[in-house]
């Protein structure tokens, strides 16, 4: 019995693309068939794709629109908030310094009302 003889690497790929353009071949003849409906079958699909390409395209042009719109709100509501927060701190602060006052103010009336009575008893104690 003789050795199984394979055929050489460049005859295995020649034959491998001969293959590949017999399948080609076939392919083209069967795309380039001239049927009307075949024809108007394609031009609606594409027709198709090329409305629903556009579809989306609306949508995602809209969802922007939309986003950009939430978060223009978003920064209008933040900075509304911030000058709300401003105006309470600044009112807070102002209670704040009005209470100090009156501390202060209450401390001084404490003082003179204690200084007259040490001054009312040293009075007493010299007489």
Do not use: W
């Not at 209008?76 to 401003?86: F, G, S, V, W």
Request: charged share 40%; hydrophobic share 45%.
């Amino acid at each position: 019995m003789g050795k199984f003889k394979d055929a050489p690497l460049g005859d295995r790929l020649g034959s491998a693309q001969a293959a590949r353009q017999a399948t080609l071949a076939r392919f083209q003849a069967r795309t380039t068939d001239p049927d009307p409906a075949l024809a108007a079958r394609r031009a609606a699909r594409q027709a198709v794709a090329a409305a629903r390409t556009t579809r989306l395209a609306e949508r995602e042009t809209e969802r922007a629109e939309r986003e950009a719109a939430r978060i223009a709100l978003e920064a209008e509501t933040e900075a509304e908030q911030a000058r709300l927060r401003e105006i309470a701190a600044a009112a807070e602060m102002e209670r704040a310094a009005e209470a100090a006052r009156e501390a202060e103010t209450r401390q001084a009336e404490q003082k003179a009302a204690r200084d007259a009575r040490y001054a009312a008893r040293k009075a007493r104690q010299r007489s």
